[in-house]
């Protein structure tokens, strides 16, 4: 069965330091790949896409996230966290015909 | 470009009552969804449009619900006979077709049911 997976319920990371969530997927075939940001009484705002190509993409707000088709992952780094930054971060995967699967989100905290 | 817009923002009601949301989708995009979202839980896809067709239907989408988009613009999501399980965050997306899954979202009605 399909499914994206985010085994991080939450993340707690201090201002300035780096940050990586994690995302594992099961997919058929190479799905396409995204990140997205929810913050509170917000619209979810897609940060990042893979599609294909160079398997580590940049984002917006200074993210970036790398495919590993062996590991099947598409973790989400950021070098240097700033407090906007927290907020809940879902991956997610779909294919051209087929839907989009989210995972069950990460929530980051920011401390300062 | 006003994005994404669903109306209402958000909907209290009774058990039992009927309620409809809107979706006002960016307006050169052709396809439409509908997302369920729970607390703690990433959207859950509920049915897409492309134009006016309705193309997908989940397991999710009892037949108490009912999505329309009549004129392959804004699209409407009828609850009937609600219950309090439907209590949740609708999220609408909308996207151009040949950019598959690069989805806009709105900012979501939610939906209270007592």
């Known amino acids: 069965a399909q499914s994206v997976t985010q085994p991080d319920i939450h993340i707690t990371v201090s201002e300035g330091a780096s940050l990586e969530l994690r995302c594992n997927y099961s997919?058929?075939?190479?799905?396409?790949l995204f990140w997205y940001v929810q913050s509170p009484g917000q619209g979810l705002q897609l940060l990042l896409k893979?599609?294909?190509?160079?398997?580590l993409v940049q984002g917006i707000k200074g993210f970036e996230a790398e495919f590993k088709r062996s590991q099947s992952s598409f973790n989400l780094r950021k070098p240097s966290v700033h407090w906007s930054d927290a907020a809940e971060y879902f991956c997610?995967?779909?294919?051209?015909?087929?839907?989009?699967?989210f995972g069950a989100g990460t929530r980051l905290f920011v401390k300062a | 470009d006003t994005g994404v817009s669903q109306n209402p923002r958000h909907k209290i009601t009774k058990r039992g009552q009927n309620v409809t949301f809107r979706c006002d989708p960016i307006s050169e995009h052709n396809r439409l969804y509908w997302y369920r979202q729970t607390l703690g839980q990433g959207p859950e896809f509920l049915t897409y449009f492309q134009n006016e067709a309705q193309l997908e239907k989940s397991r999710l989408l009892s037949d108490r619900f009912s999505a329309e988009r009549p004129k392959g613009s804004f699209s409407t999501l009828e609850i009937q006979r609600t219950e309090q399980g439907d209590s949740a965050m609708y999220l609408c997306?909308?996207?151009?077709?040949?950019?598959?899954?690069?989805?806009?979202f709105g900012p979501g009605t939610r939906l209270t049911v007592l």
């Open positions: 997919y058929g075939a190479t799905p396409y």
């Open positions: 997306a909308s996207s151009l077709g040949d950019r598959e899954g690069e989805q806009f």
């Open positions: 893979y599609f294909s190509g160079d398997t």
């Open positions: 997610a995967a779909g294919s051209r015909g087929f839907k989009t699967i």
